[in-house]
């Protein structure tokens, strides 16, 4: 049965579900975007709310046996406000608590503690009030700059879409040559020496996908779609195709139904009407326009 469907040999361990980019418009996404969202959601980040063990094994300080080490992740909760501002890679954690001895535990949620502070972007030559933690403003200080900050981490440990569309806007400056700094040429070109080496592992066209949600890639490709498509109305279709049949039967009020299209949209209408009246009580054209007006007088 693996050898007859598409699936192959996969389907020795089940069907697989097809993914979201591969089934409806997430096929039809770019490589570019597939590569951020490798970065942002299928890449291991950094440990914040524990300490990894780099050994393999490890010997219990009672038992004194030999167990191996196991540095599972915790699962973090990213709540809708975690994306308003730049936490630095801390979310939401959901356990359990024992608070008394004698009592069953209870379900606890630990929240990482919250400040508003202002940070500079060089870059843009903007300042920004966001929503931070302490360990976000430590980290800003590490790297020497929140632009250093935002283009060192990877997306999985930025997590949230504010601090990765604020990213995107900065590669783009960078690709720009800052236009932010263009009164100043001389820090201009201090600002583009420094950060430029940020844009060799990009591309045009990563730059443009990145920072991108799920939904906002698929808005921005349905609209890429549309604009290459660019639909005609079908009333402007057959507008031009009854003009062509007038002009090849010889009628001369057919130019000027050509010459009314290009009138503002509130003429448009009362022109059509008045070159079809003419053409209507005209006697070359009465018999012809009387089989298709189911309006016009029949005679008797």
């Known amino acids: 049965m693996a050898h007859a469907t598409s699936q192959g040999v996969k389907l020795l361990n089940g069907f697989k579900a097809p993914s979201r980019f591969e089934k409806g418009l997430g096929a039809q996404l770019p490589d570019a975007y597939k590569k951020f969202w490798r970065e942002w959601k299928l890449t291991k980040p950094a440990a914040v709310h524990y300490i990894p063990k780099e050994r393999e094994w490890e010997r219990d300080e009672v038992t004194h046996a030999i167990k191996p080490v196991q540095s599972i992740p915790l699962p973090l909760i990213d709540p809708p406000e975690s994306h308003q501002g730049i936490w630095g890679g801390e979310a939401v954690i959901k356990g359990f608590q024992k608070r008394q001895q004698t009592k069953r535990r209870v379900p606890h949620f630990w929240v990482p503690t919250l400040q508003r502070s202002v940070v500079h972007s060089l870059v843009l030559n903007e300042y920004m009030s966001v929503v931070v933690t302490q360990r976000t403003l430590e980290q800003i200080h590490e790297c020497h700059g929140f632009d250093h900050y935002l283009l060192k981490n990877l997306a999985c440990d930025l997590r949230s879409t504010l601090a990765l ?109 008045e070159a ?20 016009g007088k029949k005679e008797t």
Do not use: M
């Open 165 to 273: 569309r604020l990213k995107r806007e900065i590669l783009k400056a960078l690709q720009s040559g800052c236009p932010a700094l263009a009164a100043e040429p001389k820090l201009q070109a201090e600002v583009l020496k420094e950060y430029s080496p940020y844009l060799e592992s990009y591309t045009s066209e990563e730059i443009d996908w990145y920072g991108h949600s799920y939904l906002e890639a698929i808005r921005k490709l349905q609209n890429q779609l549309r604009a290459a498509e660019q639909v005609v109305p079908h009333k402007v279709e057959f507008r031009s195709k009854l003009i062509e049949q007038l002009r090849e039967a010889g009628i001369k009020e057919a130019g000027k139904l050509e010459t009314n299209e290009a009138q503002p949209s509130a003429e448009h209408k009362d022109a059509d009407i």
């Open 276 to 295: 079809l009246t003419k053409l209507e009580t005209s006697p070359s054209s009465s018999s012809w326009l009387s089989k298709i007006n189911p309006f």
